[in-house]
């Protein structure tokens, strides 16, 4: 009887948990859409960001979690957060001569993506998806993660190390190009 | 550990797809472009790591820590470009940014 209440009480939490992260996930990714200053949409992303880390918490992925935190909204967030501080806070000009056959045409296509999601979703999910197993106490916890890393996806982990020095180096020849063609882009560009 | 099953998460990541994919389509300031880029990522993340929960496999953590390396090489060169183009003194606006146009 007390095992019950325990145990009903921790999933109403993980329930109470879920529904808070879930509703700030989706409220902070209208935020980053609608507002019209990038500095703005880059913080409500880091708040995006810290609610899907509970949700990965919640999901039984630790060492993901942390590193979304670190990376993500560490890293990449600082990284954006300077380029909208270098390039100023530029507001985006209001679309002039009412909607226009692209805006509408994008609402559309995101609509039809939406559906295509929750129709393919709910065809292989109804019956399916609903139980939730147990896992052991190692799912995702670092040391299982880099176990799994370095045996069975060796090359994965190696393929994204080259992926990221390939695009550090593309970043570094895109910014001083652009410096040699400031005094005569006329040059530059022949 | 219990609570909501897997296709609570699912439901959740492609609400969280629908709304990056409509700013990629919608918005033009590149910069707001790729933050809900980074959102449609985020959510493909979700949705990793939710199956890999219910199927008990860690292949989906392991991709989706892939797919976040591969995010941040994008942001790398997408924010390469941002600064490029504004040191070139051109307006941010990926409408009128038509000069690989063939």
């Known amino acids: 009887m007390n095992a019950l209440v325990v145990a009903s009480v921790g999933n109403g939490l993980v329930w109470i948990v879920w529904v808070v992260a879930g509703f700030s996930l989706l409220a902070s990714g209208v935020a980053v859409v609608s507002f019209s200053n990038p500095f703005y949409s880059a913080l409500a992303l880091i708040g995006n960001l810290a609610s899907l880390a509970v949700m990965y918490l919640l999901l039984s992925a630790e060492f993901v979690a942390a590193a979304q935190v670190l990376v993500y909204a560490g ?3 600082v990284m954006f957060l300077f380029v909208i501080a270098y390039v100023g806070p530029r507001r ?3 679309w ?3 909607p226009t056959w692209q805006s509408v045409g994008a609402v559309l296509a995101a609509g039809a ?3 295509e999601i929750v129709v393919a979703v709910g065809l292989q999910a109804s019956g399916h998806l609903g139980s939730d197993g147990k896992v052991g106490p190692a799912f995702g916890t670092p040391a299982w993660i880099g176990r799994v890393f370095l045996t069975d996806h060796l090359l994965a982990f190696e393929i994204t190390s080259v992926v990221l020095l390939i695009a550090a180096v ?7 190009h652009a410096r040699r063609g400031v005094p005569n882009p006329e040059a530059s560009t022949r | 550990m219990s609570g909501p099953g897997v296709a609570w998460y699912i439901a959740i990541a492609g609400f969280l797809f629908g709304i990056g994919a409509l700013g990629v389509l919608i918005r033009r300031n590149p910069l707001i472009v790729l933050l809900s880029l980074e959102l449609m990522l985020n959510s493909a993340n979700l949705a990793l790591i939710a ?3 219910h199927f008990h496999n860690g292949a989906g953590q392991v991709f989706a820590l892939a797919v976040m390396a591969v995010a941040a090489s994008e942001v790398c060169v997408g924010l390469g470009l941002v600064v490029a183009l504004n040191r070139k003194r051109l307006r941010l606006d990926v409408d009128s940014l038509s000069e690989l146009r063939g």
């Open chain 1, 75 to 77: 890293a990449v967030m």
């Open chain 1, 92 to 94: 985006e000009e209001a």
């Open chain 1, 96 to 98: 002039s001569g009412g």
């Open chain 1, 113 to 115: 993506l939406l559906v």
């Open chain 1, 170 to 176: 593309g970043g570094v020849i895109l910014g001083s």
């Open chain 2, 51 to 53: 199956f890999a929960r």
